[in-house]
């Protein structure tokens, strides 16, 4: 057994910090695109080198760490699925429309399909504005929808990742069913962990600027480190922040297995790190005390995204529901 | 033992429910059901209705122009008053300054600043937290010399709670640093309009600005203006924060978030029924609620003793803990309700368009990040603890 990157992974890393610590913001996609970071998360047969679970982990743990907010995943997830319904195409910038308003993350509550027409509502979409093509999921099949089709209406706003999102509209929209969800499983768990691992790189920079902050700041005379009680919920983070790696590892490890284990590695993925990710946002708040508030300090986006990171695609209750149940992930 | 309210207790709170009905406009309730930052003129007005019907400061005595109403009775108007999501009365000049110049001001501060607070003629603030003084607070260093018949002030205050609308400030400075460094500390009232009083707005996580810090560049106060005597602030200090901490379980808040999240998990759809009736989600909300009822009781517990002329002192500090666990729970539960709708991005103006429909959701997910201070403030839940501990310590 070994954990190690491979060394085609561990030059895609330096790489991509690289990037990362010269370019901040949106500044960063053009780089990025340009070292191929798509094409990582794709394989050979949809259009990229590698795809891999251990490549998506690495890829968006690294944009988490680094605070991204870049809309990678909406590609990721339209590239891959263009080429397995058999029109594979390069080119695509795509965004996923999965969230709907009225329910916690049920799909086909807000949308519908009648015939090849969709009606109702998307929201959150991170990416619409430039995308080329929209996968859209409804109660059982995913969608592809041209970005502007007839009886579409896109409303932009600012979302607590710090991505532009969207609310959609479709108004007896034209649309091709690409299939069940449960056809594209692998594809959208793919989604799921590339979340997931970006969460768990935001997890990691909370953490680590938490601890910086007890080494640092003196009360009463000497470092907040010194005081135990503090101590002790710092330690009891880091140990969280290892089980939340371990659910990335277990799901990168999973990606390609048979669909039923799949799914429970991407339904533990998402409870875990969704979990550690509350935690780490309330805990590294409280241990910072009043500056962990500020808009000025780093932390404030860190807690930000980590809360929008469990909500995505499911959050850690709603998937602790369906493992229990012993249910598939994509139904 | 009883647990029933009395028939005047009961009474009471007809009265407060008929005040609301008739003077809290529904625009206003609104305005605070969704969390929205409230105008100065909206805070000035509801102290102004308040204060016309003599209820502005519940807790002061009758004699200084408050209702004088018991532990009891106070607890029943901040219950009804969050409930009907009522604008909450500020703090500083009725709760903190007003009890701190009844019990340790002269005659003459009394008579000058207790009716202006009344009548809305200052804003007060609080200038206690330093960048380098938080929990630490007796290690605050803004220092305050004495030059004849006036103090010259230097230094920095952080945290003030909507400073950006006040004209009058209560500091805790520090006029020595012999001795303990608690013995050092005074407590003078400062005109904001002074030369050389900065003040610099705090944006917080939720967008919005209602902290600030304030900067003193040789400031010139009256000598005056020291309440009781110089190098004593401590003490008052503690008073006031004793009293900070009276509506500290925040009851009333609790049960207002708790009937907002049964509306809004009785709104979203899961498995085709409410959210309300998912087993797991209704476990997590029904878990909070027994919570509630528990500390509720506790709260009513410790006013009735403190009415019987018990001193608080651990129990607040428990109540504090309790409280505010429960409403950052809370908090937590209607965020997550809300699913993908909290991935909306809560900012003051919110100019640059938002999520259709979405105004409650973007309350639910502003609430969850600007009651993050909860723990945090008048003393975090960690200092509570030690206050805790510390008694228990000692036996």
């Not at chain 2, 300054?97 to 008579?111: E, H, I, N, T």
């Not at chain 2, 401590?234 to 900070?244: G, N, Q, R, V």
Request: glycine share 10%; charged share 25%; proline share 3%.
């Amino acid at each position: 057994m070994d954990f190690s990157l491979s060394d085609e992974h561990r030059m895609l890393q330096d790489s991509l910090r690289g990037i990362l610590n010269r370019h901040t913001g949106d500044d960063a996609m053009a780089p990025l695109l340009e070292a191929g970071v798509i094409e990582a998360l794709l394989t050979e047969d949809e259009g990229g080198f590698d795809g891999s679970g251990a490549a998506v982990a690495l890829v968006f743990e690294e944009l988490g760490r680094a605070g991204a907010a870049l809309p990678l995943i909406g590609t990721m997830i339209g590239r891959a699925a263009l080429a397995q319904a058999g029109m594979p195409d390069d080119e695509a910038r795509a965004a996923f429309a999965d969230a709907e308003p009225g329910t916690r993350a049920d799909r086909g509550v807000a949308i519908r399909a009648d015939g090849d027409r969709l009606t109702g509502r998307k929201t959150m979409v991170a990416g619409a504005e430039d995308a080329t093509h929209l996968i859209v999921t409804t109660a059982d099949a995913l969608w592809l929808v041209a970005a502007r089709a007839e009886g579409l209406a896109l409303t932009a706003f600012p979302m607590m990742d710090g991505q532009r999102g969207a609310d959609l509209e479709f108004a007896e929209t034209p649309a091709q069913r690409l299939g069940s969800l449960s056809d594209f499983g692998a594809v959208l768990s793919r989604a799921a962990l590339a979340h997931a691992a970006r969460t768990l790189g935001e997890i990691e920079a909370a953490v680590d600027l938490t601890l910086d902050y007890l080494r640092t700041r003196k009360q009463f005379g000497r470092a907040l480190f010194d005081f135990q009680a503090l101590a002790h919920r710092a330690a009891e983070l880091t140990v969280e922040r290892e089980q939340a790696r371990s659910a990335v590892v277990n799901l990168a490890a999973h990606l390609d297995a048979e669909p039923h284990l799949r799914d429970r590695h991407v339904q533990a993925c998402k409870v875990t790190v969704g979990r550690v990710a509350r935690l780490v946002a309330e805990e590294s708040v409280q241990l910072h005390g009043g500056i962990g508030m500020t808009e000025e300090y780093a932390l404030a986006g860190m807690i930000r995204r980590l809360i929008a990171g469990d909500t995505a695609m499911g959050d850690a209750d709603y998937h602790l529901e369906r493992f229990a149940n012993g249910e598939a992930a994509w139904t | 033992m009883d647990m029933r309210f009395t028939p005047e207790e009961n009474a009471f709170r007809d009265d407060v429910r008929g005040f609301l009905q008739s003077e809290l406009s529904p625009e206003l309730a609104d305005k605070v059901r969704l969390h929205q930052p409230l105008t100065k003129a909206e805070m000035e007005g509801w102290h102004a209705k308040l204060n016309a019907r003599g209820w502005l400061a519940g807790n002061w005595p009758v004699e200084f122009g408050g209702a004088g109403w018991t532990a009891i009775q106070r607890h029943i108007f901040e219950e009804e008053s969050a409930r009907a999501h009522a604008p909450r009365v500020v703090p500083f000049g009725i709760a903190m300054l007003g009890p701190v110049l009844q019990q340790f001001g002269s005659k003459a501060q009394q008579d000058r600043w207790l009716p202006r607070i009344l009548n809305g003629d200052d804003w007060w603030c609080q200038g206690y937290s330093e960048p380098g003084a938080g929990s630490d607070l007796a290690g605050l260093r803004c220092r305050a010399e004495r030059q004849g018949d006036h103090y010259v002030v230097n230094g920095q205050k952080t945290w003030t709670t909507l400073g950006q609308h006040a004209n009058m400030i209560f500091c805790l400075v520090r006029t020595s640093s012999e001795g303990k460094k608690q013995e050092g500390i005074s407590f003078l009232l400062i005109d904001m309009e002074t030369p050389g009083v900065t003040v610099r707005p705090i944006v917080l996580l939720d967008g919005t600005a209602e902290v600030n810090e304030v900067f003193f560049d040789e400031v010139k106060v009256p000598a005056e203006n020291l309440v009781g005597e110089e190098n004593k602030g401590w003490t008052y200090a503690k008073y006031l924060l004793t009293h900070e901490r009276t509506n500290i379980a925040g009851v009333g808040f609790a049960t207002a978030a708790l009937d907002n999240l049964r509306r809004v998990a009785g709104a979203q759809i899961h498995r085709g029924r409410p959210l309300s009736q998912d087993p797991v989600f209704a476990a997590q909300m029904a878990e909070v609620e027994i919570e509630l009822m528990a500390m509720s009781t506790t709260n009513l517990r410790m006013l009735s003793a403190a009415a019987q002329g018990q001193a608080p002192g651990i129990e607040s500090s428990m109540l504090k803990i309790k409280g505010t666990q429960i409403r950052q729970r809370l908090d937590a539960l209607t965020r997550r309700a809300y699913g993908g709708w909290a991935m909306a991005l809560p900012s003051e103006g919110g100019n640059e368009g938002q999520p259709l429909g979405a105004d409650e959701a973007l309350a639910a997910s502003a609430t969850w990040l600007n009651n993050r201070k909860l723990s945090i403030y008048g003393g975090s839940n960690e200092i509570q603890r030690g206050i805790i501990a510390g008694a228990l310590a000692r036996g």
